[in-house]
T-cell receptor, first 114, second 112 residues
Framework: EAQVTQNPRYLITVTGKKLTVTCSQN?????MSWYRQDPGLGLRQIYY???????DKGDVPEGYKVSRKEKRNFPLILESPSPNQTSLYFC?????????????FGEGSRLTVL | KQEVTQIPAALSVPEGENLVLNCSFT??????LQWFRQDPGKGLTSLLL?????REQTSGRLNASLDKSSGRSTLYIAASQPGDSATYLC???????????FGDGTTLTVKP
């Protein structure tokens, strides 16, 4: 089944404890992206990757890191999480870049930072 | 900076009614526009994708139009059903390839 898989789906952590949210897609998509969704602020793009080893900042990249060492995986790294990073995070992928194909989303990862 | 606005924020209709959801964007330099559906606690599901050179797309009871020059898109849902109840989001993908901007969504409730 074609899908975007995120882990963990739910996580409660404490300020400053590094964490990684994994994202994997099995559709051989070139493009992948991370978003956060907050009440009243909508869905905002954090980072995106047009292909392996190519990443770029979205609108809210502060406090996050990403890497794209292989096509299927695009992990989101919070080096030192803070309470303002409490949010619902989504990973998405598209076949040949966002401007040509539809986006497929994962189920989301709900993160709480205490 | 691209801004996307969706009106109304919430809509409640009786089953069977036809309805229109609106999306407007400030920068017409886009590659495409997509409409998504989001159910509570779930991810987003793509409904329709309109490339910048297209005027509309149809899928079943859904029809989306795009007027790039005026910065507007509409999603038309025919013969609404309770199962259509969800939040509908539109997103534009900018000519700075890879960047996307989402609206805040319209929460639709279809009453039996």
């Amino acid at each position: 089944e074609a899908q975007v898989t995120q882990n963990p789906r739910y996580l409660i952590t404490v300020t400053g404890k590094k964490l990684t949210v994994t994202c994997s897609q099995n559709m051989n998509h070139e493009y992948m992206s991370w978003y956060r969704q907050d009440p009243g602020l909508g869905l905002r793009q954090i980072y995106y990757s047009m292909n392996v080893e190519v990443t770029d900042k979205g609108d809210v990249p502060e406090g996050y890191k990403v890497s794209r060492k292989e096509k299927r995986n695009f992990p989101l790294i919070l080096e030192s999480p803070s309470p303002n990073q409490t949010s619902l995070y989504f990973c998405a992928s598209s076949l040949t870049g966002a401007y040509t194909g539809e986006l497929f989303f994962g189920e989301g990862s709900r993160l709480t930072v205490l | 900076k691209q801004e996307v606005t969706q009106i109304p924020a919430a809509l409640s209709v009786p089953e069977g009614e036809n309805l229109v959801l609106n999306c407007s964007f400030t920068d017409s330099a886009i590659y495409n526009l997509q409409w998504f559906r989001q159910d509570p606690g779930k991810g987003l599901t793509s409904l329709l994708l309109i490339q910048s050179s297209q005027r509309e797309q149809t899928s079943g009871r859904l029809n989306a139009s795009l007027d790039k020059s005026s910065g507007r898109s509409t999603l038309y849902i025919a013969a609404s059903q309770p199962g259509d109840s969800a939040t509908y989001l539109c997103a534009v993908f900018n000519t700075n390839a890879g960047k996307s901007t989402f609206g805040d969504g319209t929460t639709l409730t279809v009453k039996p």
